[in-house]
């Protein structure tokens, strides 16, 4: 970890600075062994439950903070921001707490539950616009309305004040862990969280090892870092709504640069594979975003994972439990296909008696079941093909179905996930 970026000491300095204001409205948020983790490991394995924050993520931090010095005629004239769900809730407590009337404009991707969520906290104090199709999309919207009103725009990650604030994150978790971890693992999407605790961490602890995590449909500091300067991906995959960010943001990305954190970029499977997990296991509801930080200690074969030393103190951040419960059947879908235990392949049945008896018999795996099966019978033709989904009882039980595949008479076609038809399907 390098800092030598002269901005890294004073966000250092800022982020300290921030912590006495945020204690009146928001108690240190729980630090947790966990033990599935520690076990895949082999490492002491604690998690940070921002989840379970007032506004359920860490995003209260920031918003609260930039808010809350805001001069009597900033406070007088509004905010305005944009946001997927997170941060929008963040400034719509910090607009009740404060008295300070607020704009939130949100991209058509966010979850209901997140935009409920919204005009509960902030009541009558806080207005709603749903704009755009991503979280930049939104932004734009956001900045054009402040400069026509005359209001102030808080920025949900590239602004020094927001950015302080979640770095506070950093400070509360050494003083309940009562040492210096070994390695943090923070979730990334524009990069307020990674250059807040980054700063901190150089500036006063420059020994921990540092690491980012961002979902693959929308790995902006990684392309950032890779350019010299942030750009701007051509697309983004919204599933992880919280970190669906298309550009790292200018003042994010020279403290991400100086503070050199290693970075990991995790497929979305993985991560609805972790949230899962730390539902069935530990009872934590995660959202997408939420699950990035502890997505990479999993151990399964095609999961992007992170190389930890056995007996090290490693604190995860679980950033925000914001997940719409509806969106549960996809993310199991994900999981599965992500395992490689669920796989789509078109059929060309003959039409006659007994074919489909044939293929449950000869194609089958005893612990294979079909959970898709969609064939419309046609009589002027020989063979008609229908859509199989087949879910294995392992993901090692697909090469003997391959096999009895190419062994059977059938003509089979496997359904090519970059195709449009599977994005049809899952």
């Known amino acids: 970890m390098t800092s030598h970026h002269p901005g890294v ?61 805001l001069a009597a005629a900033g406070r007088a004239a509004g905010v305005v921001c944009a946001s997927a ?23 058509t991707t966010t979850p209901r539950q997140k935009r409920e969520r919204i005009t509960a906290l902030g009541g009558d104090r806080v207005r709603l616009i749903v704009a755009g199709d991503t979280y930049d999309a939104s ?18 990650f590239d602004h020094p004040a927001t950015i302080a604030g979640q770095g506070t994150v950093a400070v509360e978790l050494v003083a309940q862990l009562g040492t210096v971890p070994d390695v943090v693992v923070l979730p990334v999407g524009g990069g307020g969280l990674l250059a807040g605790c980054g700063a901190w961490f150089a500036a006063r602890h420059p020994t921990t ?14 392309a950032a870092l890779a350019a010299g300067h942030p750009v701007t991906l051509d697309r983004v995959d919204t599933f992880a709504d919280g970190a669906a ?11 991400a640069a100086a503070v050199a954190p290693e970075l990991l970029v995790v497929p979305e499977g993985q991560l609805c594979s972790e949230m899962l997990a730390l539902y069935h296991t530990e ?17 399964g074969p095609h999961d992007v994972t992170l190389t930890i030393t056995p007996g090290q103190t490693v604190v995860c951040v679980i950033s925000g439990g914001n997940n719409d419960i509806s969106r549960y059947s996809e993310i199991i879908e994900r999981s599965l296909v992500h395992e490689g235990r669920k796989h789509y392949l078109l059929v060309s049945f003959p039409q006659e008696p007994g074919a489909l008896r044939r293929f449950l018999d000869d194609v089958l795996g005893p612990d294979d079941d079909i959970v898709l099966f969609e064939y419309t019978k046609r009589s002027n033709r020989e063979t008609g093909p229908a859509l199989v989904g087949i ?9 003997a179905l391959l ?22 399907l899952v």
């Open 9 to 69: 000491a004073t966000i250092a300095a800022a982020v300290e600075a921030a912590v006495p204001g945020l204690r009146s409205v928001l108690p240190p948020t729980p630090l947790q062994s966990n033990a599935r983790l520690s076990r895949l490991t082999g490492a002491d394995v604690l998690v940070k439950r921002e989840d379970l924050s007032t506004v359920r993520s860490y995003k209260l931090r920031g918003a609260y903070t930039l808010m809350s010095g």
């Open 85 to 107: 769900g997170n941060h929008a809730q963040g400034v719509a407590f910090a607009c009740a707490a404060l008295g300070v009337a607020g704009t939130v404009v949100v991209p």
């Open 139 to 156: 932004a734009l919207v956001a900045r054009e309305l402040a400069d026509r009103e005359g209001r102030v725009f808080v920025p949900a």
């Open 209 to 222: 090892r540092v690491v980012g995590v961002e979902p693959a449909g929308a790995a902006c500091l990684t």
């Open 245 to 255: 960010v298309a550009r790292a943001g200018d003042v994010t990305y020279p403290l």
């Open 283 to 299: 009872g934590i509801i995660a959202e997408p975003a939420g699950a990035l930080a502890t997505s990479v200690l999993r151990r």
């Open 391 to 399: 879910e294995l009882g392992s993901a090692d039980d697909y090469p």
């Open 403 to 424: 096999a009895r595949l190419t062994a059977s008479p059938l003509r089979t076609e496997i359904v090519d996930p970059a195709s449009t038809l599977y994005r049809y």
